[in-house]
């Protein structure tokens, strides 16, 4: 084997195990870093369940046998394709599940550096190992994105922090938690904190919570099936579309591709948490945070209407459960040299129909990728596409090469 391997897959999430279970297949020589499902280990809360219906939260593999529902069957969980919600310790061992079953060999270790270096793409591993690979495909997923809105951020950690920053939403119990933000995420956090026993607030922008439906009977007549069409991500034609045809959606233009990526199904709450959240505890919508401050110990926010109307609250903690925003120039990894060579949409990389960015060899999949390929690579749904695409690519890209030195060395 020479020293250089054909790919790196860096990143161990949803994105990355499907990519390596494909790549397998292919015989090309790889390595694959990072920490195996670790935002659904370290940065959702215990107690959360999935968002997404158990049909569309699988991972890929090529032969569609090491899905969500194989591992439930064979554990003997409770599972349903629709309407029975996936607890996140059901997913976290599934995705162990997948990575054993399918021997995927992940080195667990962070990659600290990329670079170039004659021709090839040379790797610095947080344990100061180098790697030097052909290819590389960035499947970090969203931890490195958490975003703050400005007037939160000056708030020290002690009274202010992002969702992810919690596995156990018990600790807060006793004390009063303002919770920023309207969708699933921050709707399930303050359903947890409130029954663990907090005194819970949450401050949204929008005017309304908004609640997804019930799922669909998949036994309804035609007629409403072809009027509201069921997909991967949710119900609808458009929703049907994100789901099935990202490789369409990268077709349509740059500003509609950048605010569908954004604004697309969401902000809202699964229709299995509504009895949790509705009447439980207050709900202030209608408002943004406009300044924060400490006293004594706690945050003092001002929340302020769109009329200019203000009001303060008080709270022991505000968690902001404000989302992710993927951005290359938070990729501190990928060197400054590749950062700035790579073409960005939106902050986010620009890649080809084939993942690829505008560094040779250089691929990207899953969130960070969303403006490109649309709203299917927020969620795992998207990752059959990516892999089955990539893999493809990697494949004929390597045979490529491999002709070419044959024909040099005739
Ligand atoms: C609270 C919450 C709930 C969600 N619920 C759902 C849901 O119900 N259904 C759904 O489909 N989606 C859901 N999502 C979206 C989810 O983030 C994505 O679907 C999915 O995690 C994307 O997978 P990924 O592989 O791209 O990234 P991730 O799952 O984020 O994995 C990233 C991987 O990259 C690795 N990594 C990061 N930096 C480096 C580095 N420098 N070197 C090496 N490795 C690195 C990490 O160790 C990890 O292995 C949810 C997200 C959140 C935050």
Redesign the pocket.
Known sequence: MSDVVDVAI????????SLAAHLRETGLDYRH????????QA??PKG?????QGF??ALADPGHRHTLEAFCRQQSLPYASYGLP?PLGTFVRYGQWFQDGLGLDVEE????GIATRDGHFELTL?NLDRVLARRVVV??????FAYVPAPLSGLPSSVCTH??AHTDLAGFRGRTVTVIGAG??AL?SAALLHESGAAVQVVARKAALAWNGEPLALDRPLRQRLKEPEAGLGSGWNTWFYSNHPDLFRHLPRGTRIHRARTALGPAGACWLRGRVDGQFPVLTGHSVTSAQTRDGQARLTATTSGGSSRELLADHVIAAT??RADVARME?LGDQIRRQVQTVAGTPAVGRDYQSSVPGLYF????VAPTFGPVM??????RHAATVVSRQLAAAADRGSRRTVAAGR
Do not use: D
């Open positions: 860096v990143g161990a999430g949803p994105y990355g195990l870093f990072g920490m195996p499902m670790r935002l659904w940065a959702m959360m369940f999935l968002k997404s569309a939260s996936v270790v962070l990659v600290a947080a499947a970090v997923g969203v931890e490195h969702s992810s699933q995420s399930e989302g992710y990894f999949i899953g969130p960070a927020r969620f795992v749904f998207g990752s």
